[in-house]
């Protein structure tokens, strides 16, 4: 079977955005999963020959406290279990916040392979906010850019790397 990369994150950050991105201009077929989501949440992608499944964990966001940390988590978890790579996406205007911090813990306990990707780096001057989440400790963050296309093939070379 094809190897499964997951993309977990607080709500907003921009997961959607690049899974669209990543499904669209590659890709192939989006699996029809009917009933879990209005949202196309299994997509198939293909980056230097290598193909894979990807995963946008955040298709049901309820704007709420506490129901918002359990479906982080609960979309982790799922993450952790299901993927051979996770993609960790973080937000460089919003900076590394608490449940960042909750996240990288799961995360980190799983043992994948964990690319960090800090979106909303729509510019150079914005690169520098990328280094705050080196503490995150999964080794070097990757600035991305959903709405401007910045930096998906840098991403997607080091997700393939890790598969
Ligand atoms: P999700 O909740 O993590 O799936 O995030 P979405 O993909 O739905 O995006 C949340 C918001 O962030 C939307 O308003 C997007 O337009 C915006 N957004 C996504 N990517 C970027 C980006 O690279 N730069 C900026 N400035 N905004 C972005
Ligand atoms: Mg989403």
């Known amino acids: ?14 997961k959607s955005t690049i899974f669209n991105r990543i499904i669209g201009d590659r890709l192939a077929i989006v699996e029809d999963k009917p009933g879990i989501t209005r949202d196309r949440i299994y997509g198939t992608a293909e980056w230097n020959n290598i193909a894979f499944s990807i995963i946008d964990t955040g298709g ?82 990757i600035g991305i850019s959903g709405s401007h296309g910045l930096g998906i093939g840098d991403l997607l070379d080091t997700v393939v790397e890790n598969l």
Do not use: C, H, W
């Open 60 to 141: 049901i966001e309820i704007d709420d406290e506490d129901f918002i940390l359990k479906s982080i988590r609960a979309q982790a978890e799922l993450a952790i279990e299901e993927a051979d790579a996770i993609v960790f996406m973080v937000d460089a205007k919003a900076g590394l916040t608490p449940a960042d911090q909750e996240v990288a813990e799961l995360l980190f306990r799983s043992r994948k392979p964990v690319i960090v990707a800090v979106n909303k780096v729509d510019n150079i001057q914005r690169q520098e906010d990328v280094y705050e989440f080196y503490s995150l400790g999964f080794g070097t963050p």
């Open 1 to 14: 079977a094809r190897p499964i990369v997951a993309i977990v994150g607080r709500p907003n950050v921009g």
